[in-house]
């Protein structure tokens, strides 16, 4: 609670709005969960060895405790859609994949590394950045619904 990711999240001042493709071509635009949903954002790539275990993990526990009020995006950050599909055939999600290819959605959230996640909740303020997964800030986010 007391890193310096999560401080700079209680600062920053506006959410950087995106629309990104999934891996069926369908578009995602951030905005559409606003007022409606908490969100949290996932960003990784296939070269990573500690991305494969958040995603293994946020997998683990997609079914019991990622809950239908709470939209989660899987975010792969500069990586081919090719590279990306060959990638979730060998470790098939149940979370919705986009793809950042061009890294813009990662630069503007000012990512340093992956894996990362942030939270962002119903009001589009972000409340938690870091490079694990937050389970006691999820579950607040949860609360608040």
Do not use: M
């Not at 920053?12 to 954002?41: H, M």
């Not at 997998?59 to 939209?71: A, E, G, M, R, T």
């Not at 055939?89 to 503007?108: E, F, H, I």
Request: charged share 25%.
């Amino acid at each position: 609670a007391g890193s310096v990711f999560a401080q700079e999240a209680q600062v920053e001042a506006s959410l950087y709005d995106f629309t990104l493709k999934d891996l069926d071509g369908k578009e995602v635009r951030l905005a559409e969960f606003k007022g409606k949903q908490p969100v949290v954002l996932f960003f990784w790539t296939t070269w990573c060895p500690y991305c494969l275990r958040e995603l293994r993990y946020l997998n683990s526990i997609y079914q019991n405790f990622i809950s239908d009020d709470i939209v989660v995006l899987s975010i792969n950050v500069q990586e081919s859609k090719a590279k990306v599909k060959k990638f979730i055939s060998k470790n098939p999600t149940l979370l919705k994949v986009l793809l950042d290819s061009d890294g813009v959605v990662a630069y503007s959230y000012r990512l340093i590394g992956v894996p990362t996640f942030i939270l962002i909740n119903k009001k589009g303020e972000i409340v938690f950045k870091d490079h694990y997964f937050p389970i006691e800030t999820y579950q607040r986010l949860l609360s608040d619904q």
